[in-house]
């Protein structure tokens, strides 16, 4: 029998590009950038493995991207990208490549990869690749290798690209945070007694989702009463009570761009020693964006929290970074901890255009949680603040 005729049969029946959220001249800037980095490195290629690399280079997004990919991009030239034979058509909609070589389930990716490499004449040249993403196991990594003996670790070089955001990514930024505080907005309106953990979470997502969120690198943190007082606690059905104290933190996702957003929430009053504490972690995020001004360091900026919370006397209870770069995510995290975190140590100077999400949390452990959190563009005067969440406790009744 033959197939209907309105049936699509072919690959090349979805324009390329139709799914792209960046225009070419955006991209195009971006590997003009990326090239100039290569060669100040005097790489002649470089495979990239990383999904968020890969779709700030070329708008490929999935979430299929469990499975091995990866984007070659040539000193000069086209670059190609190999991809599972089922994502062929996600990725023609998503990018405008025009090399995209697949494989089956039942080959190996990395024999794919090396083919191309070989058949194209980049075997022997001076090749960089990730040590990052799906599939990029010790046997890959050694066909790799073996194919291209000047073979070079460049996991950082495209992070450090990424660091600085463009307008338009700004302008997903933004568009996320409006998706974050919904949720946010969401699940406070969903606290009291007797309602689960559950209810809440189903509220922040559907509150994000409806407002017009993509699905988020990484779920929402809800947790309650002394499950609160356990770092990356998620709901788990429990019910909450009068006393409780609730962490309530999420992200909103525009074109693969997060925000997040963190509040203070009590049901009932809160005690004393949690007072205290939120009063620390308020003045660690005050002074923390304080600091975050063009010229000051990455460590500068967690130095000015940690040395805030300290004159409160919780210096023991903050133990973490004071932040991390926000922009493109994909699971597990909606972070970009990889490309710069607000920690010691971190010396690379703050600029106009970074984009961090600073949550400032201290925890009486196996009790409670408190913290309070901001994304903050870097502007050339300081931070500018994407919530439109007053930042103080929501007590709930």
């Known amino acids: 029998m033959s197939p209907a005729p309105h049936l699509i049969l072919s690959q090349e029946a979805v324009a390329p590009g139709l799914e792209c959220v960046f225009p070419d001249d955006e991209l195009a800037a971006r590997m003009a950038r990326l090239r100039a980095a290569m ?41 190609f990208i ?166 309530l933190e999420l992200a909103g996702c525009h074109n693969r761009y997060h925000a997040a957003i963190l509040r203070p929430v009590w049901l009932g009053s809160m005690p004393d020693e949690a007072r205290h504490m939120l009063e620390a972690a308020q003045a660690g995020l005050a002074a923390a964006l304080d600091a975050l001004r063009p010229g000051a360091t990455c460590a500068d900026v967690h130095r000015a929290a940690e040395s805030a919370i300290d004159r409160h006397g919780f210096a023991t209870a903050y133990r973490k970074r004071t932040g991390y770069s926000m922009g493109v995510a994909f699971a597990p995290d909606w972070g970009e901890g990889d490309v710069l975190s607000l920690y010691r140590g971190v010396e690379r100077p703050i600029e106009p255009g970074m984009v961090f999400h600073i949550p400032t949390t201290l925890r009486a452990y196996g009790r409670f949680t408190i913290g309070v959190s901001e994304t903050a563009v870097v502007t050339q005067d300081g931070p500018r603040c994407l919530s439109r969440i007053p930042r103080r406790l929501f007590e709930m009744s």
Request: net charge neutral.
């Open 39 to 79: 060669r100040q490195q005097r790489f002649d290629g470089l495979v990239l493995t990383g999904a968020e690399n890969i779709f700030w280079l070329t708008g490929r997004q999935t979430p299929g991207h469990f499975a091995f990919q990866a984007l070659f991009a040539p000193l000069d030239g086209e670059p």
């Open 82 to 247: 190999i991809v599972r034979q089922l994502e062929e058509m996600n990725c023609r909609a998503n990018t405008r490549l025009a090399d995209i070589r697949t494989y089956a389930d039942d080959e190996a990716p990395a024999d794919v990869l090396v083919a191309a490499i070989t058949d194209l004449g980049w075997r022997h040249r001076r090749i960089a690749t990730e040590m990052r993403g799906a599939g990029l196991t010790p046997a890959a990594f050694a066909r790799l290798a073996a194919c291209a003996p000047d073979l070079h670790d460049a996991s950082a070089l495209v992070g450090a690209l990424r660091a600085v955001k463009s307008r338009l990514e700004i302008a997903f930024i933004e568009q996320a945070a409006r998706y974050a505080d919904a949720g946010l907005e969401a699940g406070i309106g969903a606290i009291r007694v007797g309602a689960s953990e559950n209810a809440v979470a189903a509220a922040m997502m559907q509150g994000a989702i409806a407002a017009g969120s993509e699905y988020v690198g990484m779920e929402p943190l809800v947790s309650s009463g002394p499950r609160s007082g356990m770092p990356h606690a998620t709901w788990r059905r429990r019910r909450l009570a009068a006393g409780d104290g609730l962490f």
